[in-house]
């Protein structure tokens, strides 16, 4: 399953170049053109799906063991503090690239990329209920 003009499908049938640093019959690994960080690395899966709505649960699950595999080939290989997984969904998640993939970043404590920041205040119970209401499976 391609997506005609899917850059991340091109990669895969070779038709642009890259730095492949993993393939099995599923996935593919490759390091991001533009890297947060040292050693940023993209896995996708070879089909070709939009977002996580998309990708059926067993193909995320090898994914994701790909995701694992890396990561700690990136910790163990850079001199690294740790690393995010990243995936967005979706344009205004971020998303640019509508071919499924996980991010992989590099950090050390001394960088100055992004941060998660947790706002200080917490939410009433109220505020929680009303949510928890919708979301509540
Ligand atoms: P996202 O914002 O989650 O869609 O991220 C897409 C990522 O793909 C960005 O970090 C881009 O730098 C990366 N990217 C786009 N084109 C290429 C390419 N040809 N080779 C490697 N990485 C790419
Ligand atoms: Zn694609």
Sequence with gaps: MN????I????????????????????????????ISKGHTIVIPKKHYSTLEDIPEDELA????VVKKISINIHKSLEIDGYNILQNNFAAAGQV?????????????????????????????????????????
């Excluded at 997506?3 to 899917?6: I, K, M, P, R, S």
């Excluded at 991340?8 to 890297?35: G, H, M, Q, T, Y």
């Excluded at 100055?112 to 499976?137: C, H, M, T, V, W």
């Design 3 to 6: 997506e005609a003009g899917c």
């Design 8 to 35: 991340f499908c091109k990669i895969i049938k070779r038709e642009i170049p890259s730095k492949i640093v993993f393939e099995n019959d599923l996935n593919l690994a490759f390091l991001d053109i533009s890297p």
């Design 62 to 65: 090898e994914t994701i063991k």
């Design 97 to 137: 690239v509508k071919h499924f993939h996980m991010h992989i970043i590099p950090r050390s404590y001394d960088d100055d990329k992004f941060r998660l920041e947790i706002p200080k205040n917490q939410a009433s119970d109220e505020e929680l209920n009303e949510i928890y209401g919708q979301l509540k499976f």
